[in-house]
């Protein structure tokens, strides 16, 4: 049977349309059943945050393993969470770029083997588009065009967004994601796994203006990015120069601890609100869009939130919600409806894919 008609098939008697996405681009192993793109029917995440905190990041090895141990069940949990059985999904949507191979090849095989044994389509994903995704969640009129800013562990980007499938990359880091200067900092400065959440949380009793780290634009037209130079200032004002001399992290009071990463997480995103800016004013948009697990970050949320007040016109700005923003699969099932809706699908022959 030909994929359009294992799709006329599927959905002849309905009209709603159920996608089961699967993700496992990186340290979560998710599964998720949404309907008609924006109604989540089930959303389970497996974490593996416990396995990788000793090692201040994600091992591959580990990760994929992890996957190999939950997939299963993860998926067999959101189809009884959803209520609904083999018969009543009519696509099968994967996370396949970018991300780590050995972790993205069990969410492959998954959605391979499910897409075959069930006879439907399969639809490819690409993780950072979904990202961008959650922050279209129930957002039936968007106003276009809009920019998508992208901040998560693996990647930093900014798109033009045309429709939800239609992205021009702007740019994106040529080091360090900004997720990754997080946890690479809090790693530094002896915080919890992950970096994220802790700097944020230990940054609220900080003067975010103590200590001046480097803020590089990359000249003045770049929508690029780099975070690995604010990062270095950090290690050096904790060990010197040199790194020669006693690790400080070790001596210093928690205001000092809460000042640096207060200072850090102000240059993360006084950057990544300048960057956003231009990116607006070079293709007139009228909506920003905010997704990625750094999104999940408060003050960065509402220094965009500012900057799209102060714009006139003012902007609208479109964020993921909190739950949504880390890895999860409801973003994989909710971008698949749209490549569902144009017949865009995958032959069972999809690899895995590390880049973007
Ligand atoms: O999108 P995600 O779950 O995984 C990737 O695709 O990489 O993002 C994980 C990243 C981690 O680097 C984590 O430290 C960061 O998102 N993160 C945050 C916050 N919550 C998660 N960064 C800053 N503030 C947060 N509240
Ligand atoms: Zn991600």
Not at 21 to 29: K, L, N, Q
Not at 95 to 119: C, E, H, S
Not at 342 to 353: D, N, V, Y
Request: aromatic fraction near 4%; glycine fraction near 6%; proline fraction near 4%.
């Amino acid at each position: 049977m030909s994929i359009k008609e294992k799709r006329d098939k599927s959905h002849e008697s309905r009209e709603t349309i159920n996608i089961l996405g699967i993700e496992t681009s990186c340290d979560e192993t998710a599964a998720a059943v949404v309907a008609d793109g924006h109604i989540v029917k089930s959303s389970v995440i497996a974490s593996q945050t416990k396995l990788h905190e000793k090692y201040g990041g994600v091992v591959p090895e580990i990760a994929s393993r992890a996957h190999i141990e939950n997939i299963y069940p993860v998926v067999s949990e959101a189809i009884q969470q959803a209520g609904v059985t083999k018969d009543d999904i009519d696509a099968i949507a994967v996370a396949n770029q970018p991300g780590l191979t050995i972790a993205l090849v069990v969410g492959v095989t998954m959605a391979k083997t499910l897409a075959f044994m069930w006879d439907k389509p399969l639809i490819a994903i690409n993780h950072l588009h979904a990202h961008l995704q959650s922050a279209m969640l129930n957002q039936e009129h968007l106003q276009l065009p809009a920019v998508a800013l992208i901040v998560s562990g693996g990647h930093t980007c900014l798109y033009e967004c045309e429709s939800p499938l239609e992205l021009k990359l702007l740019g994106s880091t040529i080091d360090d994601a900004a997720g990754e200067a997080f946890d690479k900092v809090a790693t530094i400065l002896k915080l919890p796994y992950p970096g994220g959440p802790s700097i944020e949380k230990i940054a609220k009793s900080g003067d975010p203006n103590a200590i001046k780290f480097p803020r590089s634009m990359l000249g003045r037209d770049s929508l690029d990015f780099s975070f690995s130079g604010v990062k270095t200032a950090v290690l050096y004002y904790c060990r010197g120069q040199d790194m020669k001399g006693e690790d400080k992290v070790d001596v210093m009071s928690e205001q000092e601890i809460a000042d640096i990463a207060a200072s850090f997480q102000a240059a993360i995103i006084d950057v990544l609100v300048k960057k956003t800016k231009r990116a607006v004013k070079k293709v007139g948009a009228k909506t920003i869009l905010l997704g990625g697990g750094v999104a999940a970050n408060n003050q960065l949320r509402e220094a965009l939130r500012q900057m799209c007040e102060s714009a006139r016109p003012p902007l609208k700005l479109l964020v993921a919600p909190k739950k949504y923003c880390t890895d999860n699969a409801v973003m994989v099932a909710a971008l698949a409806y749209h490549k569902y809706r144009r017949g865009l699908f995958a032959e069972l022959s999809l690899e895995p894919k590390p880049t973007a």
